[in-house]
Structure formats: C-alpha cells, structure tokens
C-alpha cells in the first residue's frame, strides 16, 4: 500500500521558474522539475541509479509542486463540469461572481469533496494571490568586448505565509529516505533558474504523520483501485505511445509544452537544449489511467538527460 508524504518549501528568496521567456517566472513547479533536481543531487553522491529505478518502477510518485498558505493546503482544480456549481452560480447573475469561479485555479484539500459534489466554497476557499512577479534587470557583457547590454529576468516572489509543497507516494521507506536526503541538499543549492545568483532558495519542511498528510490520504485511499472513478492528474505525464488511444477516450485535458536547457558536465561550452515534449498538464481528468514514462530528452548528448512524465492519480467518484 502505498504511503504519503509532504514536502513543504518556504522560499526565502525570490524564485525563477521557466515558461520560456526569460522576462516572466511561474509561481508553480512542475513534477518533472523535482525530479530533475533530485537527479542533479543523485549524482554528486553516486545515487543516480537507485533514484531512478525507484520511479521507474513506481515505488515512488511525484506530484506538482501546489500552494499553501500556513496549514492548508491546495490541490488543482479537475478540468471537469461541475453542473450544480455552475447553475448555481449562473442562477445568481453575478458577474463578479461567475469570473470568480472560473478564476479559480486550486481546492483547498478539506474542501475538494465539497467542490466535487457541487457545493459552493468560493467563499471559504481563501486562496488569496500568493505572491508578485518582479522583473529584474541584469547586465551581460558581450564575448571579446567591453560592452554591456541590459536584459530583463522576470522573477517571482512569495508572500508571507505562502509557499509550494508536492506529494511524495512511495512503497518504499529507504527509496522515500533517500529523496529526503537528496531534496534537503536541494534546498540548500535552491530550485529552479538562476540559482548562482541566490535564487530558489528554501526551508525545507518535511511531514509524513500531521494533519495534512492524514487529510490527503484520506482522499488517495477512498477510491483507490476502482475502474470507474475519474482519475485527476496531479503531475504532468504522458501516456507511453501503446498507452495513448486508449488514455484520452472521454478525457478532458491541457497540454503543456516542457522543455528546457542541461548545463555541459565541463561548464566550458554553452547550454544545450533538451528535446521538447508535450505533456498532460495536473488537473487533467482521464477515464482510463496509464503507465507514463520517464523520457530520455538529451539531444546530442552523451549521456542520459530523464524528463519525468509518469502520472499520480486521484480517483474520486463524481456525484
């Protein structure tokens, strides 16, 4: 059976989190992000392999990295009709409150089952805006001269009492260990880009017996294993080829594209780019779950670049 645990990230330092431009940064990280900075980490200490057989092998899940705010947390919202919720808040005429709604991007978990059976929780959802963007400007000398060109990075900045946490589901109690010890050291060198520059840095907080864990187990283990649940994507993923027919029948889906650039083992040559791929993105609602994969995205490479694409599912019964 499997097991849950927490990973709470209280950012001490503004955060720049990649859509591809670089004058703009997310607020969110993606499930592949993690696993790519557990690998960065499972290299200095020779655990590389270990880490990623454990995945592969589906002793460990990874979710999205979602917002907090103090002790509650917040899961995405389906992609999915909510018929009762959405007639209620037509029946209304309220404008204001009909943007509202479809602004609303996350659940507070003690309050998903509530949304999922169509029950109004606008007001008590209290998600307010988890922070600001903040656009930097840098300098950058040109190769063989002494010119200087400014550029703009965006960042993102988190406000107080704010911050991201993702879901670790594992079997395993030495493969979970081992990411505890490998996000710790994360933690220290930061997340995300422009790390040299003090970027992405956080505390770290790790829980596997509170409050939170116990409510989000509850969700996990109500539905499990029941074919005719809807299976909510919590990470992005894509189906193996065979996998794909068959996943999307009766899905209701948002594709992201995830791509991205590996720093040279020498640090002597420019950045290489990964192979783009197209991917489910969290919130995504599937019928019909699947395997996923974890892609090797190194392009003239020669070594192994993973991009993690393997799902966590919660199933729930709609109503």
Request: aromatic letters at 12%; one cysteine or more; a neutral charge.
């Amino acid at each position: 059976m499997m097991k849950t645990r927490l990973y709470k990230l209280e950012f001490t330092s503004e955060v720049h989190f990649g859509d591809g431009v670089l004058d703009h940064s997310n607020n969110a990280i993606y499930a592949d992000t993690l696993f790519s900075a557990l690998c960065i980490e499972a290299v200095k200490c020779n655990q590389l392999e270990h880490l990623y057989r454990a995945f592969y092998e589906d002793h460990l899940k990874i979710s999205d990295g979602f917002p907090y705010k103090k002790d509650s947390l917040y899961l995405p919202k389906p992609i999915m009709y909510i018929e009762k919720m959405n007639s209620s808040v037509i029946s209304k005429e309220s404008v204001a409150l009909r943007k509202k709604f479809k602004n609303l991007k996350f659940i507070k978990v003690d309050l998903f089952n509530d949304y999922l059976k169509g029950n109004d929780i606008l007001g008590e959802n209290g998600l307010e805006e988890i922070g600001s963007q903040v656009l930097r400007t840098k300098n950058s000398i040109r190769n063989g001269t002494d010119e200087t060109l400014p550029y703009h990075v965006g960042t993102f900045k988190f406000n107080k009492d704010y911050g991201l946490y993702f879901i670790l589901r594992y079997d395993s109690e030495d493969a979970a260990s081992l990411v505890d010890k490998l996000f710790k050291s994360v933690a220290l060198c930061g997340i995300g880009g422009k790390r040299s520059e003090g970027m992405g840095r956080f505390n770290l907080k790790i829980l596997n017996s509170e409050k939170e864990v116990l409510s989000l187990d509850t969700l996990f283990n109500i539905n499990s294993n029941n074919d005719k649940t809807t299976k909510i994507l919590l990470s992005v993923a894509l189906p193996k080829e065979e996998e794909l027919s068959e996943s999307i029948k009766d899905a209701a889906y948002l594709l992201l594209k995830r791509s991205g650039f590996v720093t040279p083992e020498d640090n002597m040559r420019d950045l290489l780019k990964k192979k783009d791929l197209f991917a489910f993105a969290s919130g995504a609602c599937f019928k019909h779950s699947f395997a996923g994969d974890i892609y090797d995205v190194s392009k003239g490479m020669a070594h192994p670049v993973y991009r993690y694409a393997k799902p966590l599912f919660l199933e729930v019964n709609i109503q």
